[in-house]
């Protein structure tokens, strides 16, 4: 899921500029389970605004539940379709979803003036209804075979890829008390496990190249190609 | 000289310790900044000063410069160098560079996080570890970078590093440890060490990798030091009685007593290892007086 939090109201309203007519989008997937951008935060957004002097042509999160925002046919069909003329009348959108989202609505509405809404915090696990947490870098090289899933790249401060520094205390790191040191999440899982010789191979320089954005994915039923500047990598589900 | 030449001949190897000043060095020869004034203090006493690097993530004068002006002095310096703030490309450059202007030692090192320092905001670079920062520096002294192209002239330098014998589970330190000397680390400085048994404890598990290692030794100066490393520094701990001792004596004779509990403590456990590495942190004056209550004899250089 992309973790997404709202801009406070007032730098939202404050790059609104005075007469400009807005159309507000949210996001029936991940900003909904964020409490950022659901049907409910959309429309409390619309009253936010209208509160506020705006002037809001519509408002939607294009649903079912679980639809997500960043799937360009269905944004499109829904703002284009279903909400025709208040998405002509509209200036600018103002979304209510990650930065995937805010690009998607430029894409549905054929190059339209966008306002985002939240900040895209990171990608995460949703932990409860209430409590979502970062394991995953989206860096394109996961490495997490020799660490038994944990990554080091999103659990250590400093991306660490043969073993921790030499900060930890008392098991946290020397960042911040309030977080375990992602080494030794990773030492003690695998000493659990009874796979500690996972550890000691020598890992090499991480391959930035794949990290390096923006970055495509072309899919179909057999086989995906991951393209970065590091080069287009094809890669057959079938064999 | 490298420092490796006097672990070779089995010398008990000592080193001091300067940070770079937070600003640029005077344009007049004859104007010498206090890192630089510190190390000639120290330098009838120690076979080499370290020179950090942006210590503790703030910014300061940088390190290859002060090793150089440290060189110019006729004082052997230890280029520290993290992978902090330099990608790949630029911690090779650094390295070929440092070679060029003359370093023959270089401690190779992560480094302090961005947060711990004056430029919270600053993007940590992190792009190597340590261990491939020991790795790609072996490359460039076998004639390859670390993409495997071949360079011309390779650097020959001694090539250093960190343990922190406090870290807790220690296995971990140990692992990553041996993968520094299988990278090619030639030397040990350990983290600020401050309990025996801890420190015996560690050797145990680390003499059979045969490598040399100096007892990283932080001059305690005053109780509330003791106190704010407890709380601030991560990987130091300061035992009570520790701060209770040097708390014992008035103000004035913090320094005298600093000295003699640093040489009581060295004395206690240079048997144990090749070398110590004192940081003084600014009281390079009382290196002497360690040295002497350590019963070590001082590096005697001549200038």
């Excluded at chain 1, 190059?111 to 696990?125: A, I, K, L, R, S």
């Excluded at chain 1, 080091?152 to 030499?166: D, E, F, M, Y």
Aim: hydrophobic residues 35%; glycine residues 10%; charged residues 25%.
């Amino acid at each position: 899921m992309h973790a997404t939090i709202q801009k406070p109201i007032g730098e939202i309203v404050k790059h609104i500029k005075s007469g400009e007519k807005v159309f507000v989008v949210g996001c029936n997937n991940c900003a909904w389970k964020c409490y950022s951008g659901g049907d409910d935060e959309t429309k409390m957004m619309a009253k936010r605004l209208t509160d506020r002097g705006i002037e809001v042509t519509g408002y939607t999160a294009p649903g079912p539940k679980g639809m997500s925002l960043c799937k360009l046919d269905h944004t499109r069909k829904v703002l284009m379709e279903e909400h025709t003329d208040e998405v002509k009348k509209a200036d600018s959108f103002l979304i209510l979803g990650c930065g995937q989202g805010v690009h998607t609505v430029i894409d549905a509405t054929d190059g339209g003036m966008v306002h985002p809404g939240c900040d895209t915090v990171f990608g995460g696990e949703t932990v409860s209804d209430t409590h979502i947490e970062e394991y995953c870098s989206l860096c394109g090289d996961c490495i997490i075979e020799f660490t038994g899933g944990l990554c080091p790249i999103t659990l250590c401060a400093k991306q660490l890829l043969n073993g921790p520094c030499g900060g930890a205390e008392n098991g946290h790191c020397e960042v911040d008390e309030e977080r375990p040191c992602g080494w030794i999440l990773i030492y003690e899982r695998l000493k659990k496990l009874g796979r500690l010789e996972l550890l000691d191979p020598y890992q090499p320089a991480k391959k930035n190249s794949k990290w390096s954005r923006p970055r495509t994915l072309e899919v179909s039923p057999t086989e995906a190609t991951f393209c970065s500047i590091g080069g287009k990598v094809t890669v057959s589900n079938q064999d | 000289m490298k420092l490796t030449t006097l672990f070779d001949k089995g010398e008990f190897v000592i080193t001091g310790e300067v940070g770079p000043i937070k600003g640029a060095i005077h344009r007049d020869k004859s104007i010498e900044p206090t890192c630089a004034i510190e190390a000639l203090q120290l330098h009838q006493h120690v076979h080499a000063v370290n020179v950090t690097d942006n210590q503790s993530a703030v910014m300061r004068l940088g390190s290859l410069a002060a090793s150089v002006r440290l060189k110019t002095n006729g004082i052997e310096p230890v280029y520290q160098l993290t992978c902090r703030d330099r990608n790949r490309l630029a911690l090779q450059s650094d390295l070929l560079t440092a070679y060029s202007l003359g370093i023959d030692n270089v401690l190779l090192l992560t480094g302090d996080h961005i947060q711990l320092g004056d430029h919270k905001e600053a993007k940590p670079v992190f792009d190597l570890d340590s261990v491939q920062l020991i790795d790609m520096a072996k490359g460039l002294k076998r004639g390859y970078d670390i993409s495997g192209s071949r360079i011309e002239n390779y650097l020959d330098m001694a090539f250093g590093a960190v343990v922190n014998p406090n870290s807790d589970p220690i296995e971990l330190q140990i692992m990553k440890m041996r993968k520094k000397i299988d990278a090619g680390a030639q030397f040990f400085q350990t983290q600020a060490v401050y309990d025996v048994k801890i420190f015996e404890k560690f050797i145990k598990k680390v003499e059979r990798f045969n490598c040399p290692i100096q007892v990283g030794i932080v001059v305690l100066k005053t109780p509330q030091m003791g106190r704010f490393m407890n709380k601030n520094i991560s990987g130091i701990h300061v035992p009570d009685e520790w701060i209770d001792e040097i708390g014992s004596v008035g103000k004035e004779d913090y320094k005298k007593k600093a000295a003699e509990m640093a040489g009581r403590f060295i004395k206690k456990i240079k048997s144990m290892v090749q070398g110590v590495h004192i940081m003084p942190l600014g009281w390079t004056d009382i290196v002497p007086d360690i040295l002497e209550h350590a019963q070590i004899k001082p590096a005697n250089n001549k200038r």
